[in-house]
C-alpha cells in the first residue's frame, strides 16, 4: 500500500496529528513471526491488493460498473447494494483483513512519526477471541461483523487511514464499538459487541445472505478525518516546496 501510494517518483505523504510530511518511514515493528505473516497475507492481504484502487484502476469498484445487475440503489442519495456472491468477490477475506488490521492495532502501539504512536482499545477476552479467529481455530465470533463500503470519490480512493475507533455518534444504548478503516477507495467498519437485535445479518459481509457489499460517495466523511488530522498537524518543508 505504501508503493501503492506514491506519485511521480516521490514518497507518500502520511500525516499524523502533529506532522505531515513526505517520508519513506513505514508504520511497522518486529512482532511476528513469518508463519503468521503468512496467514495474515493469505487470510486477505494479498487479496485485498488486486481490489484496491492502484492509481490507474480499481479492482472491485470495476468489477461493480460492469455487473449492474449484481446490485442495486439503496436510497436517492446514491448508497448502492451489491451482492459480494453475485460478484464472484471473497468477502470472507475482506473481513479477515479488516479483523486482522483492528486486531494488530490493538495489541501494540505502533510508532508513527516523531515519538508518537498508534493504537486502538480491545479488552483482553476479546483480544484472544479475534486471535483464535485469525489463526483460524474459530470462525468470527457471533457479535463481530465487518461493513464494506466501496467509495466512488476520488479523495477516499487515494487515502489510507489507520484503525481508529469511530466517534460522533452515540452507541452507548446499544453497546455497540466501531472501528473504521480505509484503504484505497474501500472502507471497513469492524463492529464489535454487537447485540441479537443488531442487524449483522442485513450489512455484513460474512453474515449477510448474499454478502453485502455497499457503495457510496464516501467524501465528506474522509475528508473530515483529514481536516481533523489537519487542524493540529506542522506541515514539513519538503511538502510545503510541492504544494
Known amino acids: 500500500m505504501y508503493k501503492l501510494s506514491r506519485e511521480k517518483g516521490l514518497n507518500p505523504v502520511v500525516m499524523t496529528p502533529r506532522l505531515a ?9 518486529y512482532m511476528f513471526c513469518e508463519k503468521c505473516e503468512d496467514l495474515f497475507n493469505r487470510g486477505g492481504e494479498r487479496y485485498l491488493g488486486r481490489l484496491v484502487y492502484n492509481g490507474e484502476s480499481f479492482g472491485l469498484l470495476d468489477r461493480m460498473k460492469l455487473a449492474p445487475f449484481g446490485g442495486k440503489l439503496v436510497t436517492p442519495e446514491g448508497l448502492g447494494r451489491f451482492s459480494g456472491q453475485r460478484l464472484g468477490i471473497d468477502t470472507d477475506k475482506l473481513a479477515y483483513y479488516a479483523v486482522s488490521l483492528v486486531w494488530r492495532a490493538a495489541v501494540y502501539k505502533w510508532r508513527t512519526l516523531e515519538g508518537q504512536t498508534t493504537t486502538v482499545e480491545l479488552d483482553d477476552k476479546r483480544q484472544e477471541e479475534l486471535r483464535h479467529y485469525l489463526l483460524g481455530h474459530t470462525g468470527l465470533p457471533s ?3 465487518v461493513v464494506v463500503t466501496v467509495c466512488t470519490d476520488r479523495e477516499s480512493q487515494g487515502w489510507i487511514f489507520l484503525p481508529t475507533k469511530a466517534v460522533g455518534r452515540d452507541y452507548s444504548t446499544s453497546g455497540v464499538t466501531m472501528y473504521g478503516v480505509l484503504v484505497r477507495g474501500i472502507l471497513f467498519h469492524v463492529i464489535v459487541n454487537a447485540p441479537g437485535r443488531f442487524p449483522l445479518r442485513d450489512i455484513c459481509c460474512v453474515r449477510s445472505e448474499d454478502k453485502v457489499l455497499w457503495v457510496r460517495d464516501c467524501a465528506e466523511e474522509t475528508k473530515h478525518s483529514f481536516m481533523s488530522l489537519k487542524a493540529k498537524a506542522r506541515v514539513a518543508e519538503n511538502l510545503k516546496r510541492r504544494v
Open 143 to 145: 457479535d463481530v461483523g
Open 21 to 29: 510530511t513526505h517520508t519513506q518511514e513505514q508504520v511497522k515493528e
